[in-house]
């Protein structure tokens, strides 16, 4: 039987870190000696910043997204365009919209994509929310869904349930990425840049 | 195209095995399991795909080894030589993911798709023998990874068709009735699916054409043209010059009115994961799967050739690899010289294994002899030849 090196509280705290994503036994022992070593200045405040949000963290009733209010910063935000929903998958899709700073309306997160193999169907997702939502002042609806087959199949999926809102649905843009050399593209990511070329 | 350097490191049987080589033929002679096949599979595991075992990688690792294998090469191209790297490391995070690591001049690769265009290889192997007699999911991978050689979309795209298919199985297997779940993997299935079999007509019309021009060259070749006609309703329909959207619509239509069927049946049944290549021995006029053995084989090489011949075109002369694993077993010596001769004009580094180097005997001096025995490999004295010493007859 391996030795004990340390008490269970470190112990924990390793096992606890493991189960990040990105982060392996080695690397969250690594990480779980950082904080140690840096009690003051990294473990105690990192404690407290978890322990608040643990406390105070609330799904937003509305879009989906996590914030310690409720509704959402985002939701609540009154300067935001009130005409357009930006549908996305995850949260972390709406953070990354966020951080380019190119959506000024609201959002609403899935929560996830269709998929029959995983048993994840309709109900599963936030679909019947967007659909209620889905009605005046709103008059766009953008479905900022990954181009995977899941992601296709859902956005076709969500489209067909507001149809009959008379919203207008739009879906992202695919093609060459900024700063992209043609040469260097994948002929499926060429092709679909050819089908959505507009006029200049 | 040709492999100047080979290295192996506990792959199947061999430990470490280096070959450095030049653009002839490699024959490699041994004993049987002396490892001759194994190293042509790490050859074809610098193209894109799975290898020509179809191998789970684990399976390659050398059992006293350390636990991992590698192939590294270095391929002469007309843009100058390229360093391709793959291999597994079990003790790579990313290992668990079932990948195996691709390098490309020292730059990791994202999956093996991004050898696809640089890399081109053919393979014959005795296991292909019964292509014609088997089932048609054999002939239909044979074509797709024909395919592949002029578009290196289409394994992709054919992952993406199957992926959306058992999509759809499972909700026909669970009972769903909401035709609007059906329609979003529908559409993904229509999209990929018409793009499938638009791919696979332009290959087969493409060999066709070629497998004219040989005809026409050599009305006596001892293998046999092939009659070559795809089965599958996609690829009738774009034969028969209908515009792919038209096309789409229709699979479209027909998946919709399917679903009861596709649900007392327990899968999607019309698609072009169903579509067969129908071979013909065309001089006789008769299927290929009725003539003999060594007459199957023929057709099979003409086949292949044509293939080889077609990637070389639009490559401007040059030939990909041939692996052409023991290729002697089957033909008469009137077949054996032809081939030797067709591989010669092609100018393809073909890499042809046998038990007995006299099946070789008339590529002796057009080809580089290797003996591999279980332990190891050797070489025996090869003359030396310019790296840009012609094969041309």
């Known amino acids: 039987m391996a030795r004990k090196t340390q008490g269970p509280e470190i112990e924990r705290l390793i096992q606890l870190l493991a189960r990040m994503p990105g982060l392996g036994p080695r690397s969250a022992r690594k990480a779980a000696l950082a904080l140690l070593k840096r009690r003051a200045d990294l473990l105690e405040p990192l404690s407290r910043a978890m322990s608040e949000a643990a406390e105070r963290l609330r799904d937003c009733p509305v879009c989906g997204n996590l914030d310690t209010v409720a509704p959402c910063t985002i939701c609540s935000d009154e300067r935001r365009d009130r005409t357009m929903i930006v549908v996305v998958e995850e949260i972390g899709d709406l953070w990354a919209l966020e951080r380019a700073g190119v959506v000024n309306g609201l959002y609403h997160v899935l929560g996830g994509h269709l998929s029959p193999l995983d048993g994840i169907g309709p109900d599963q997702l936030a679909i019947p929310r967007l659909v209620e939502r889905a009605v005046p002042p709103v008059t766009e609806v953008l479905l900022a869904l990954n181009a995977t087959v899941e992601g296709q199949s859902t956005a076709h999926y969500v489209r067909e349930q507001i149809a009959a809102s008379g919203v207008a649905v739009s879906v992202l843009q695919q093609g060459v990425p900024v700063g992209g050399e043609l040469d260097y593209l994948d002929d499926g990511t060429l092709a679909a840049a050819i089908r959505s070329r507009r006029p200049l | 195209m040709w492999i100047s350097r080979l290295v192996l490191t506990d792959f199947r049987n061999h430990a470490r095995l280096e070959l450095n080589l030049d653009r002839r033929p490699v024959v490699l002679a041994g004993a049987n399991g002396a490892g001759k096949t194994n190293v042509l599979e790490a050859v074809s595991l610098l193209a894109a795909g799975q290898g020509l075992r179809r191998a789970a990688y684990p399976e390659l690792i050398r059992r006293a080894g350390a636990g991992g294998w590698a192939v590294a090469a270095t391929l002469e191209t007309d843009a100058g030589p390229v360093e391709i790297g793959t291999g597994l490391d079990p003790s790579r995070p990313d290992a668990a993911r079932g990948g195996r690591i691709v390098r490309i001049n020292g730059e990791p690769q994202s999956g093996s798709g991004a050898l696809a265009g640089l890399v081109e290889m053919a393979w014959l192997l005795p296991s292909m023998d019964g292509l014609f007699t088997g089932p048609a999911g054999d002939r239909r991978r044979f074509l797709d990874r024909l395919v592949l050689g002029f578009d290196a979309g289409h394994a992709m795209r054919a992952g993406q068709f199957e992926r959306a298919m058992r999509q759809r199985n499972r909700l026909l297997e669970d009972g769903v009735r909401d035709a609007a779940r059906f329609r979003g993997l529908e559409h993904v299935l229509a999209e990929t699916g018409v793009a499938l079999a638009a791919a696979r007509v332009a290959t087969v019309a493409g060999i066709v054409r070629m497998i004219e021009a ?80 060594g007459e199957q084989k023929a057709l099979l090489i003409g086949l292949v050739l044509a293939h080889a011949e077609l990637l070389a075109e639009r490559r401007s002369g040059a030939a990909p690899i041939l692996l052409l694993d023991e290729i002697a077993a089957h033909l008469d010596v009137r077949r054996r010289a032809a081939l030797f001769r067709e591989i010669r004009l092609l100018g393809s580094q073909a890499w042809l294994t046998g038990t007995d180097p006299i099946a070789f005997e008339a590529l002796l001096n057009d080809a580089q002899f290797i003996p591999v025995r279980d332990d190891g490999i050797g070489r025996q004295a090869v003359s030396p030849h310019p790296a840009d010493d012609d094969l041309s007859i």
Do not use: C, I, N
């Open chain 2, 214 to 293: 040989r005809h026409a060259r050599t009305p006596d070749s001892p293998f046999p043209w092939a009659a070559l006609a795809l089965e599958g309703a996609l690829e009738a329909d774009l034969t028969a010059g209908r515009p792919a959207v038209d096309v789409e619509d229709r699979y479209l239509e027909s998946l919709a009115s399917g679903r009861e069927r596709d649900r007392a049946a327990g899968r999607t049944l019309e698609g072009p994961h169903r579509s067969d290549l129908v071979v013909g021995h065309g001089p006789k006029g008769m299927p290929a799967d009725a003539s003999s053995t």
